[in-house]
């Protein structure tokens, strides 16, 4: 089960940088996402994955699943919800300011060349 984790972790966490590494603004939000979504499956992963255990500590359980990485990931998706929104938001601005979605390091002159030092 953990080598299943293991692989989710690193195939989200691979198509995240590359996503991440585009020059269109669309695949760098959808790379943070994948990054996000293997962080959280990471800290979930982290939490003894045990079948049929409960959540709590009961006097007749051997072992118990850690409730603590379940809510370290609740809030963890809640924060990169609210994260993608606002990058959502970002991007479509970008996008309305200058009619096009690159994501560039300056702005260009009517030179063609940078402004700035």
């Not at 984790?5 to 790379?31: C, K, N």
């Amino acid at each position: 089960m953990e080598a299943l984790f293991a692989s989710a972790v690193g195939a989200m966490t691979a198509a995240g940088v590359y996503l991440l590494l585009q020059a269109r603004t669309f695949p760098v939000v959808v790379g943070i996402s994948f990054l996000s979504y293997a962080v959280n499956l990471f800290l979930f992963a982290t939490g003894r994955l045990v079948n049929g255990a409960p959540p709590v500590i009961d006097a007749g359980a051997a072992v118990y699943a850690d409730p603590l990485p379940q809510a370290l990931v609740l809030t963890a998706i809640v924060i990169s919800f609210a994260m993608t929104a606002i990058l959502v938001v970002l991007a479509l601005r970008g996008f309305l300011e200058s009619g096009d979605d690159q994501v560039a390091a300056g702005r260009l002159g009517s030179d063609g060349k940078g402004e700035g030092p």
